[in-house]
């Protein structure tokens, strides 16, 4: 049997995998990568170092890489979200019009610093460990700076 035949065979194990996952996006990226876990557990996997059969160790790979890959596309999100609305785009009549004056002029200390760091590119999280609150915190000050942003912003 060919490895093309084997990685083949465990297509169905990495469709199951999938769907117990509840990956409704992006499927063909992830039995992709089901297919590659695969692939590596197949060329690891050793009998005499491992209790287990070959397809419980290549379904414990596939579900490890699969899980790894929802955490990273989950911590680049956070991240690279764009804002949830569109307040704080600058729609100004003219060059003299500044966004982070009218945040010094509007935002407490604290809130202040939530707008510094967002736009440093700090994600949620890092802002709310500078901070020294908890995330929760961080989106209620979040909420608050975007709140009164947005008041001050001309329409």
């Not at 035949?5 to 039995?31: A, F, G, R, W």
């Not at 956070?78 to 704080?88: A, G, K, Q």
């Not at 982070?100 to 002029?105: G, I, L, M, R, S």
Request: aromatic share 10%; hydrophobic share 35%; net charge positive.
């Amino acid at each position: 049997m060919t490895v093309n035949d084997k990685i083949t065979s465990y297509e169905p194990m990495i469709h199951s995998i999938v769907q117990q996952l509840n990956i409704l996006y992006d499927k063909d990226e992830y039995m992709q990568i089901g297919r590659i876990a695969v692939f590596e557990a197949i060329n690891k996997f050793d009998v005499s170092k491992t209790s287990c059969s070959e397809s419980q160790f290549v379904f414990t790979l596939i579900r490890q890489r699969l899980i790894d890959e929802i955490r990273k596309v989950s911590r680049y999100q956070e991240r690279c979200t764009p804002v949830d609305n569109n307040s704080l785009e600058t729609h100004a009549a003219g060059d003299s019009y500044n966004l982070e004056n009218t945040a010094v002029k509007v935002l407490n200390a604290r809130e202040y610093r939530w707008f510094t760091l967002t736009f440093s590119g700090y994600s949620l999280k890092e802002t709310a460990e500078v901070l020294g609150v908890s995330v929760s915190t961080a989106k209620n000050i979040r909420k608050s700076a975007r709140d009164k942003l947005q008041r001050s912003l001309p329409h």
